[in-house]
């Protein structure tokens, strides 16, 4: 048997069901990687060993009693987004680092009671609002294949413990890229379905329109058992979808002859000749042996997604984050002189530089005068967008390229850019503005750093993307590869 | 320059926005109680709190009943409306914004009628009514200096009916806002009550020349919450800027508030510190999206409005305008005269109705009137009056001890059976007993028989008049006129 943190979520299930090992033991394990390597990563804002032990021995009563689901029993990590009833709940952010949250989001309701046992939550970009993992309060994440580089953001804490694997799966949230984009740079498995497929209740909310909550793990089978249990209405939150959720794990191995890829003409024509995407290039040609089919699609809008989307997600944000304000939970200055100083002090203390960077673009598009211009024009080009795919995803089934215009680049390296640094999102954020489906996996490495394929569907077709990914899965091994010294 | 015809050169110009409550069980966006008076924050739920990663879920009711509302002024009601986030901090704001409907609200093009002084009617066109949540309180008393909040209104469903500038004077306002109030508490969806804050108002209120075409620049007076204060508000209000602009200066656009005690509005912001309240739709809510057969189905709702009613009380039972129009007023009112009326016994519908609108429009308002009460503290209830109408059917009383009857009843209760029992009221009927007084005063006044059958017909009034005075005005009249016809006669 191969050490139990260089197994799937799947294979630990079916471990725990024969018996090989309890909960506790699979916990206990996990926890002790967790003391042993999380000081060099800086994966977790908080451990919640003594919780996952007893939820450990809880879920190994229920195997006993045989009344467990697929996941009971199976440890896993929280994004530090997502509310954690009794549990410090910081997004990252000084403004909540006292924040411990009265109530669960539904995922994590959800999650608990499939029987999952809940490590720590994960550090992440301040309120996800970056894409190297260095704007948290808590101070960069490293990343497992170099130490020296980001994991990517704004998941990255997420995508550092998977890695590394000191967590077995974790919870992401995606608003432009922040599952797709780590996955891509730490060779995980990530995928954030469609908007309104997984509630968005008690995850702290960045752009309402764009976020949506998925996972980050090491196969599309795991994503296809932990999304089963995420997945599904919620009556308290008005944008969830109200459809069934069909069985995702039925149909991970369908044929693949015949899948029709669309390659995206204004993206990905350019992009694949470049050295840098020689792992796509190489994965697609993989999915034309398993009998595929490669076709150019156009949507001439695509390439104003960033711009778009750095209208839509701070305007979004700015208002978002209004009710931090230090007035009833959360960062509150020190003495206030009086109301205004309150929320100046407490704000202006309690959150970091690209926080507030994107609440003034925000506050700016919103503002009298220049709503139109800004505002509603991005929501114009955001229906355009939306159209493309939908006329894409009538000629093809799937559209592919790269996840990430580049590999891990070093800590430190664009801090000072944030224009650079918003263009690391080039390649996902369409997906979000539409509001679409959409997976990285890795698919090889250059200069030793991973690189991931981006697979996008249309609506509600999370099945179909984890079929595609499954089968490329079954004939490639990058998935399995681990970081040597996690190993 | 005469002072007096200056003044009247001025025209007032007035729109109202008024914000009613929605007497749903639970806010608008949660599952908190909306009841009122509990202890400060022990209503406020997460959502209410604006905690981290809260959601808003749409309470269907107030949707129905802005609906309601939209059907009984006549307006459009939008098949899809949408919320949106206006924007600005305040400690009573948890979220940072406020979920109204900007762009497009549940309901526009309405209108309202009143009657003017001289008894003419006029519309008054209503602009848009949206959905709101409300905010929370700031308390600014016994706390040193400090400011308490508490958010047990915050979310609280509200309907904001704006008008269009229609209004000419503080009169017309305060008809105008007393219609609407009428009819949110007919419809059920307000429970009215202005102590609470439950109906309230800004004035948005200006001054021009008459005859002149342009708007004034008008003040906004905000939160208005008595009948009679948005009266000398406005007409302060009115005093003010004419002054100003007559003294050679002009209106500056502002946010004014009135100070009840001193009876003055006075600014609390311009227009430059004007928020800029960043309107955008609100991502965490789907548009609202009402199709025909659900507002079909509220229109069947509908209770008979208060102006129908009135109409149909004029055209059914033959009241005057007048008095239409007073026993439709409140609903309270209303429902106090159709329930009086509806348990009188004997007579026909008609004449009941007429009777007891007699009764209710004169001797008991002004009971009412006289110890200020309002119809739901009255000493009298539907079924005494009643009652008392029955007993004049039945011919237990006359008419003319029936006052004397309800003067009884307001002033110590009881039935109308019991007072008159009590009180030794009860018609005499009796034929017998009524010719035995008959010829008793025949006998007594030889004089006045001869005068009388000599053709002195006048004198019928005084034999009628020796009747009633012996036996204490009981005697049934139309008796007492048959029978003294006949004896006189001889």
């Not at chain 1, 943190?5 to 069901?17: D, M, W």
């Not at chain 1, 089978?221 to 959720?245: C, H, I, K, N, R």
């Not at chain 2, 500056?252 to 609390?268: I, V």
């Not at chain 2, 439709?328 to 609108?357: F, M, P, Q, W």
Request: charged letters at 20%.
């Amino acid at each position: 048997m191969a050490e139990l943190h260089a197994q799937t979520l799947t294979e630990l299930a079916a471990g725990l069901r024969a018996g090989k090992f309890s909960s506790v033991e699979l916990t206990r394990h996990f926890l002790e990687r967790i003391s042993k390597y999380d000081a060099e990563l800086n994966a977790f804002i908080t451990v919640t060993s003594e919780l996952a032990l007893a939820q450990a021995a809880d879920a190994d009563a229920r195997i006993a009693a045989g009344t467990a689901s697929a996941l009971t029993g199976l440890p896993l990590a929280h994004k530090d987004i997502f509310c954690t009833d009794g549990v410090l709940t910081t997004c990252g952010s000084k403004m909540l680092s006292n924040f411990v949250s009265p109530y669960d989001a539904t995922v994590v309701t959800r999650l608990k009671q499939a029987g999952m046992v809940m490590l720590g939550k994960t550090n992440m970009d301040e309120f996800a609002m970056g894409s190297s993992n260095e704007t948290s309060f808590y101070g960069a994440v490293k990343n497992p294949w170099n130490l020296a580089k980001v994991p990517g953001g704004s998941s990255g804490g997420s995508a550092a413990a998977v890695a590394a694997r000191i967590a077995p799966a974790a919870t992401g949230t995606d608003t432009g890229g922040s599952i797709r984009q780590p996955a891509a740079l730490t060779s995980l498995t990530g995928i954030k379905p469609t908007y309104g497929r997984v509630s968005r209740y008690g995850m702290i909310a960045f752009a309402s329109s764009l976020d949506q909550g998925g996972v980050m793990c090491l196969s599309a089978e795991d994503a296809a058992l932990l999304l089963q249990s995420m997945s599904g209405f919620d009556v308290q939150d008005s944008t969830s979808v109200d459809t069934p959720v069909p069985d995702y794990s039925a149909t991970l191995n369908q044929s693949l002859k015949g899948l029709k890829i669309g390659l995206v003409k204004e993206f990905f024509e350019q992009g694949l000749s470049n050295e840098n995407a020689k792992p796509v290039r190489e994965a697609l040609a993989v999915y034309e042996q398993l009998g595929a089919r490669l076709v150019e699609v156009s949507l001439p809008n695509l390439p104003l997604s960033v711009p778009t989307y750095y209208v839509v997600a701070p305007a979004e944000c700015s208002s978002n984050l209004s009710r931090f304000d230090g007035v009833r939970f959360g960062y509150r200055c020190d003495n206030p002189r009086d109301l205004q100083d309150l929320y100046t002090r407490s704000r202006g203390e309690g959150f970091g530089s690209e926080v507030k960077r994107r609440i003034m673009t925000g506050t700016y598009v919103l503002s009298a005068g220049y709503y139109d211009a800004y505002y509603l024009r991005a929501q114009k080009i955001r229906r355009l967008i939306t159209e493309e795919f939908a006329n894409a995803f009538k000629q093809v089934d799937v559209l592919m390229g790269p996840t990430s215009p580049t590999t891990a680049f070093d800590i430190g390296a664009k801090v000072d850019d944030p224009v650079t640094m918003y263009l690391n999102d080039i390649y996902t954020i369409g997906a979000n503005l539409a509001g679409l489906p959409a997976m990285s996996i890795p698919c090889g490495f250059l200069d030793g750093l991973p690189v991931g394929l981006q697979i996008i569907g249309g609506h509600f077709a999370e099945a179909k993307l984890l079929n595609v990914a499954h089968g490329y899965q079954q004939v490639t091994d990058w998935h399995k590869r681990m970081p040597e010294r996690y190993a | 320059m005469n002072m007096q015809s200056d003044a009247m050169s001025w025209e007032t110009v007035i729109g109202l926005e008024i914000h009613a409550q929605l007497a749903t069980r639970t806010k608008i966006f949660s599952g908190s109680s909306t009841a009122f008076g509990a202890a400060p924050n022990t209503q406020a739920n997460l959502v209410d709190l604006g905690y981290p990663g809260v959601l808003p879920v749409l309470n269907q009711n107030a949707v129905k009943m802005a609906v309601k509302f939209g059907l009984a002024v006549g307006a459009k009601v939008a098949q899809r409306s949408v919320f949106a986030r206006k924007n600005y901090f305040y400690p009573d704001l948890p979220k940072g914004y406020q979920i109204s409907q900007y762009e497009l609200p549940i309901v526009e093009h309405g209108k309202m009628d009143i009657v003017l002084e001289d008894g003419s009617t006029k519309t008054i066109r209503i602009t848009r009514a949206h959905l709101e949540e409300d905010a929370g309180k700031s308390l600014h008393e016994d706390f040193q200096g400090y400011t308490g909040i508490d958010l047990n209104r915050a979310g609280t469903p509200l309907i904001e009916i704006v008008s269009e500038p229609d209004m000419r004077s503080a009169k017309e306002a305060v008809a105008y806002m007393k219609k609407i109030h009428t009819l949110v508490r007919y419809l059920e969806i307000c429970d009215g009550n202005m102590q609470e804050g439950s109906f309230r108002c800004d004035a948005n209120v200006s001054v021009r020349k008459a005859g002149a075409e342009k708007f004034g620049t008008r003040c906004e007076i905000k939160n208005l919450n008595s009948f009679r204060f948005i009266e000398k508000a406005i007409n302060y209000e009115v005093a003010r800027q004419i002054e100003l602009i007559e003294g050679g200066g002009t209106v500056q656009q502002q946010t004014r508030l009135f100070d009840p005690d001193k009876g003055e509005t006075r600014a609390l912001r311009s227009k430059e510190e004007a928020n800029d309240y960043r309107y955008f739709p609100d991502p965490d809510l789907l548009p609202v999206v009402l199709d025909d057969a659900f507002i079909s189905d509220i229109r069947a709702t509908l209770p008979e409005l208060p102006d129908e009613k009135a109409h149909r009380l004029v055209r059914e039972f033959d009241l005057s305008p007048y008095d239409a129009g007073v026993l439709t007023a409140s609903r309270e009112l209303a429902e106090y005269y159709d329930k009086t009326v509806s348990i009188v016994v004997g007579g026909d519908r008609k004449s009941n109705a007429k009777a007891v609108a007699n009764t209710v429009t004169n001797i008991l308002t002004f009971s009412l009137n006289k110890e200020n009460l309002d119809i739901t503290e009255s000493k009298v209830t539907p079924e005494q009056l009643a009652g008392l109408q029955s007993r004049i059917n039945d011919s237990t009383i006359s008419g003319k001890l029936a006052k004397e009857v309800f003067e009884v009843m307001w002033a110590e209760g009881g039935s109308a059976d019991a007072i008159i029992e009590s009180k030794g009221l009860k018609q005499i009927t009796d034929t017998g007993a009524i010719e035995k007084v008959i010829d008793d005063i025949i006998a007594a006044n030889p004089k006045q028989l001869a005068d009388y059958r000599s053709g002195k017909d006048k004198l019928f009034a005084f034999f009628v008049g020796q009747v009633m005075k012996q036996t204490a005005g009981k005697a049934n009249p139309a008796q007492v006129n048959e029978l003294l016809k006949s004896k006189l006669a001889g």
